[in-house]
Nanobody, 124 residues
């Protein structure tokens, strides 16, 4: 079955950086659009970034544009999220998500598969 396993979360100070990874298995990775979402306590899960099947196209939430970079390595079945200039409002559980085919999807319901999440905490 499809499995998505996130890693790389942790505690970082304001202005710091983290790199999240999501290793996928049980699927033909290069047929899946991948995305990162996040969910802060008491808030709904929100879109962060998405990357096309070949990695050519990306889209970001306005709140992270210019600070976060999504990328993928199809030879390793892995998608990454490089997060720079982190701020306390970036504190959340970060989730990796996958949907087969299609492009430009930004809502939770658009993605069929989800990881378990990794906690990112940014201290002020």
């Amino acid at each position: 079955q499809v499995q998505l396993v996130e890693s790389g979360g942790g505690l970082v100070q304001t202005g710091g950086s983290l790199r999240l990874s999501c290793a996928a298995s049980g699927l033909i990775f290069n047929t899946y659009t991948m995305a990162w979402f996040r969910q802060a306590p008491g808030k709904e899960r929100e879109f962060v970034a998405t990357i096309s099947r070949g990695g050519v196209s990306t889209n970001y939430a306005n709140s992270v544009k210019g600070r976060f970079t999504i990328s993928r390595d199809n030879s390793k079945n892995t998608v990454y999220l490089q997060m720079n200039s982190l701020a306390p409002e970036d504190t959340a559980v970060y989730y990796c998500a996958a949907r087969q085919w299609g492009w430009s999807y930004y809502t939770v319901g658009d993605y069929a598969y989800w990881g378990q999440g990794t906690q990112v905490t940014v201290s002020s």
